[in-house]
């Protein structure tokens, strides 16, 4: 069961990381989808530090603050819980698999931290 956590927690990190650094650099992708859904262009500095707090969290509990890990895994499940209900308001499902599937890594890594 470790190795399960320490892998899906590597993704989710590695992905958080990833999209929060799109977010700072305000990508074309991250623009487009952000007008199509409504959030405010001045928002994405917010969103992609939210990002990034939770990556960072989520390391440091694979390095042992438990406590922070679980907490950072929760955020994230909420944050994307957000995300997809943004998706859902504003009748955008054409690519809502994308907040789908960072959903699924911030609940299955929440789910593996609070078992291990």
Do not use: C, Q
Not at 14 to 33: C, E, K, Q, S
């Amino acid at each position: 069961m470790f190795t399960a956590y320490v892998i899906v927690t590597a993704i989710t990190i590695t992905a958080n990381a990833g999209i929060a650094a799109a977010d700072f650099a305000r990508a074309g992708f991250v623009l487009a989808n952000s007008a199509e859904v409504g959030v405010p262009r001045s928002w994405l500095p917010w969103l992609g530090t939210l990002k990034a707090a939770g990556a960072a969290g989520l390391l440091l509990g694979v390095l042992g603050a438990r406590p922070l890990g679980l907490a950072a895994a929760t955020g994230l499940t909420a944050f994307f819980l957000g995300a997809l209900a943004a998706h859902i308001r504003a009748g955008v499902y054409h690519n809502i698999a994308f907040p789908g599937a960072y959903l699924t890594l911030s609940a299955a890594s929440l789910s593996l931290t609070a078992t291990h």
